[in-house]
């Protein structure tokens, strides 16, 4: 192991984040656009600390002292994410005040002074839509110190009567709305919190209010089963902690205004560390950002037209046209209604006998969704395959379920223990020459709404083979058989990562026989140490490989008798780059892969997850085109120079090259 | 053959197979291929019937190959059949109701010597040349969980034909009480006897050139060895009968790679495969990468033959016959005569090939019952008739030729009557036209001295005359005309003739 090194995923998952910070002061980025990155930041920060710190979290009180393969005992990363994350969100906040400036340059006001004409309308908001909600509880012997949920907005209240200091919460209701837009001539955006402070004298009548400050709360989510940990780690943490207490507190994020007798008194009542806690600014949880920014739609990318490639039209001559050739589809820049219309003509096609899916996370309101219920009203089979476990969906998910099952549907939760990440879709045709399997893989999920936000690849292809495949596949996830062949496609659990493996020695075999040897991984993460380790043999056989990874990397690029023919990159644009693409150049042969897998020990044990191999020439033309694009971008990627990652700008006379950009203007398919 | 799609589920002893194969001018595409493992066989071998919790897991599996079915829109064109994990359960019928209650499924239980002639068809249509091996000597065994079925043929003759209770699982649970160091001893003593089973019904040595093995035990071996060739050597079986026959399935598991319930039975299985190495004297098994399923799937939608399946059965019941010392020429002209009056008679009995063969069969084996004693001889042949196994011959022919062989002759009992009365009414309407054939067919050499040199089959409307050229005076063959004809017109409703002329004297 110490031929090799590791980047640990914390550290490296907090540096991702920074660069979508980083997004928000980036000039060449919209307004409005700006105050979406701050949100995501947020957001993203959130889940980190719910699932990820909170599990580190369960280490430390499991006593579980050695070292990760980065060298970091849990409590020294806990310090050093502490560190990270604090330094970035006093970052954020700066960069949040710029921005509001900018803001109120436009006539959107973010935090305004409320008087005057505003005043009349805020306090009208507050009596008709808020006071009704809010339910304060002034802490006596007889009203204790109240559950506060994860993520809730609390204020905390000083207040005085008779001489005696008395303290009150208000935990702000889950459904009432966080901002309210007041378009007067100018657009003031005022939160539920700034105007519930602002009229607390009438919430406490007969109490002097003396102050009030921001509170809010991130507890371990109840989700710290994590997959990817050492099994012998979860059993520790199981055995030790036979009562552990889901929903512990593992940050406390708190009004920068707040006076030390407070921060003691709650830490006295909900029990927290120091270092756990983020004074910040008001407002705090700047998630509400997402509703602020459509505001204005100058302020905002210029919309942008996707397009249906290959004149596709899901009429009834489709099926005929899909037989022609392979189709690939590279979202958002193609249009995937046509994808959502294609599902809703199988539904409504005679010939069709059959449709398969799986479902991991779609939109409200999806059409795929009632398509595939019309089909099973119809009385096509139809089968769907949903994933329960999708993080933070599982409500959303169950909806689905029922409703499919209502309607005829096959549904299907797939294999215990597993995860089903694979997107696939089958439909299954009675031609007059036989059945006919259209097989649909995807690197995305079947969603409607995160299709025009992630960047993502469609395969559709009559092959024969593909469709033998993509039927093994769903009969794996629907329990019909327990063994399959696998010649095109390779599947996680069983086979996923071995495939890699062995490509990356064929390239390693060459490279030491002194031939041309060379790979390209685009993918969101790479934290598999077994994988790593096998890129470093890559590298130090001479195998020139050149990594694009949007989030985690666990491994450092460019070291001298390590890593010193890799090169990475992230690049983190206005949509989220989401495809796995993976090519080797495989003594020649070139061989091209889109994937579902992230490279990490979860993807590759827990999850059902594929890897497809592309033969068709055109479409691994335009598969190229997109690496040598993502590799060519020099203005919204950041390159890892040995462990830390700094932003490439064109060098003078350079041009610029913008991927995302370049692609929204590119019309390929046309 | 049959065009479009078809689809076959196996029930085996410790998995359940489906396959889905479309079917176009005799090409096959298989378009489903599903395994889903249940060991019905191991609460069947042990305990001889299939737990409650069993039932209900193969009925899980079942509903889901049902979807299959709906998926594809196979209504009718499906089999379902179930081997000896099923087949040796007492409460098999129950089984078979509660799956048809809860799926709609229909499960066949599928004979032993049907499943080994599916499997042997399979094999003869996947190994190029293998009619060769069927006049060179070939022992074709397919080793499953429940039952080693063993077929050995040589001049296109069946020789031997059994399933045998020697399956790997079978062993496996008959030895596990043995530690595990010296179980693989116990393996060897019992696999030993099956041989002298084998010996016996052999009768004497026969010189075998070839073995040819199938089952699943194949897939194992496979996946161990991943041979480029369609054979295992000695040699390789024998190095991993060394290093695995006392090791623990656990351990057998890790070090090869191979399911839990293969490693389970991998010892009793490669003892068996040595075992029958050593008995054909051969350093080469030879075997069809086909599936059972898949083989199965071709059977029943008629896209594989047999081809010369008629002359083995015909040169396999003149081996029965001259091991029972039979009157062969005797037996060689019924037979003529009878194929001769039954294709004569076409329009009359408008029965087909397969009833034609029965009946040639049952004019071979007719008078074998001599053996035993002549007063009673029918009855000796019905039951010799009625063991008699060929794979190829399902149990509803082989009563058919039995019922030939008891009622060739005149004045059969009350007994008779009542056992052919079991059978439904089609089948005794065949057995009866069949007889009425046979009868005077025999009759025609009721000396057994072949004095009828030619026979024509004269049909007008009113009667048939069966016109006899004979070498001289056939007395005896005139008195057993009159004496058997009778059922001829019963059967037929018409009157049959005898009208013989003496061609030299």
Known sequence: MSDYKFINREISWLQFNERVLREAEDSSVPLLEKLKFLAIFSSNLDEFFMIRVAGIYDQIDAKYSIKDASGHTPKELLGKI????????????????????????????????????????????????????????????????????????????????????????????????????????????????????????????????????????????????????????????????????????????????????????????????????????????????????????????????????????????????????????????????????????????????????????????????????????????????????????????????????????????????????????????????????????????????????????????????????????????????????????????????????????????????????????????????????????????????????????????????????????????????????????????????????DWMERNMHSRVEQLFEITDSNAKDFMMTILSSNLKDNTKAWVLEGEIYRKLKPEAGEAHHNTQEFFIGKQIGH | MKNGLFATINIGASAFRMQISEFNDGHERIMETLVKPLGLGKDTFTKGYITLDSVYKATNILQMFRHKLDEYGIKKNYKCVCTSGVREARNRYFLIDHVMNKTGLKLEIIDPSDEIYIKYIGVKNDIKGFESYEKKGVLFANISSGNVSINILKDDTSIFSGSLPYGSLRLRQLFKGIPIHSRYKAYNQYVETMFNTINSSLGGASKIKYLVCSGSSVNTLQFIFNPKVNYFHRTELEELYERVKDKTSQENMTALGIRISEAKVLVPMLETYLRLMQFVGTDKVQFSRKSFPNVLTRYYSNNIRDNGFRNRLRNTLYYLGRRYNFDEPHSKVVTDYSVQIFDALGDLHNLGMNERMLLEAAAILHDIGYYIDARMHHEHSYYIAKAFDMPGLDQEQIKIIAFLVLMHRVGTDESTETRLSYLNMETQLTIRKLVSILRIADALDTSHMQLVETVDVDVQSSKIIIKARTRKHAYLEKLGFDQKKDMFLETFGIPVELEMKVLYE
């Open chain 1, 82 to 597: 502490s560190e990270t994350a604090h330094r970035l969100v006093k970052d954020q906040q700066k960069i949040f005040r710029k921005t509001i400036k900018e803001c109120a340059k436009h006539h959107i006001v973010i935090q305004p002074e409320i008087d005057g004409e505003l005043s009349d309308i805020v306090d009208s908001i507050f009596n008709d839509e808020i006071q009704p909600l809010i339910s304060p509880v002034t802490l006596s012997a007889a009203n204790p110190f109240p559950f506060i949920y994860n993520l809730r907005q609390c204020i905390f209240v000083k207040l005085e009567k008779g001489g005696e200091t008395h303290y009150s919460i208000i935990i702000i209701p889950e459904n009432l709305q966080r901002v309210f837009k007041i378009r007067l001539h100018r657009t003031y955006c005022v939160t539920s919190e700034e105007i519930i402070a602002r009229s607390l004298p009438q919430v406490y009548p007969g109490y002097t209010v003396v102050d009030s400050y921001m509170l809010r709360l991130t507890r371990n989510a109840d989700l710290t089963v994590e997959e990817d940990e050492a099994q012998d780690l979860l059993k520790l943490i199981e055995k030790k902690l036979p009562s552990r207490k889901k929903g512990n507190v593992v940050r406390v994020e708190l009004d920068k205004t707040a006076p030390d007798e407070v921060l003691k008194f709650l830490q006295a009542h909900i029990g927290f560390d120091n270092e756990d806690v983020y004074i910040v600014d008001k407002p705090l949880d700047l998630t509400f950002l997402f509703s602020v920014a459509d505001s204005n739609p100058e302020l905002l990318y210029p919309e942008h037209k996707p397009f249906v490639p290959y004149g596709l039209t899901a009429d009834e001559n489709i099926f005929d046209k899909l037989k022609e050739r392979d189709y690939v589809f590279y979202r958002p820049y193609h249009d995937f209604g046509f994808n959502s219309a294609l599902i809703r003509r199988a539904a409504q096609d005679d010939s069709v006998l059959a449709i398969k899916m799986t479902l991991y996370r779609a939109n409200r309101g999806s059409s795929i969704v009632e398509s595939l219920a019309e089909a099973a009203r119809r009385g096509k089979q139809v089968c769907v395959v949903i994933e329960l476990k999708a993080r933070f969906d599982e409500e959303r998910n169950v909806g689905w379920a029922k409703k499919l099952e209502d309607a005829g549907c096959i549904v299907t939760y797939g294999i215990t223990g597993l995860k089903i990440h694979s997107k696939n879709l089958l439909i299954i045709r009675k031609e007059p020459q036989g059945i006919v399997r259209y097989s649909y893989l995807s690197t995305g999920n079947f969603n409607e709404a995160t299709a025009k936000i992630y960047t993502d690849i469609d395969y559709i292809t009559a092959d024969e083979k593909v469709g033998q495949e993509c039927s093994n596949l769903f009969n794996l996830l629907m329990g019909y058989t327990d063994y399959a062949d696998w010649h095109r496609i390779s599947v996680a659990p069983t086979g996923l990562k071995s495939k890699l493996l062995s490509l990356i020695d064929y390239e390693i075999e060459n490279a030491l026989a002194g031939k041309k040897a060379e790979m390209i991984v685009k993918i969101n993460s790479l934290i598999d140490k077994e994988l790593i380790m096998k890129l470093h043999d890559a590298s130090r056989a001479g195998v020139k490989i050149e990594m694009i990874i949007r989030g985690i990397c666990g491994m450092t690029a460019g070291v001298k008798g390590l890593t010193e023919n890799i090169s990475i990159r992230s690049i983190i644009g206005r949509f989220l780059e989401h495809p796995r693409i993976i090519y080797f150049y495989h003594g020649g042969k070139k061989r091209l892969f889109i994937s579902t897998a």
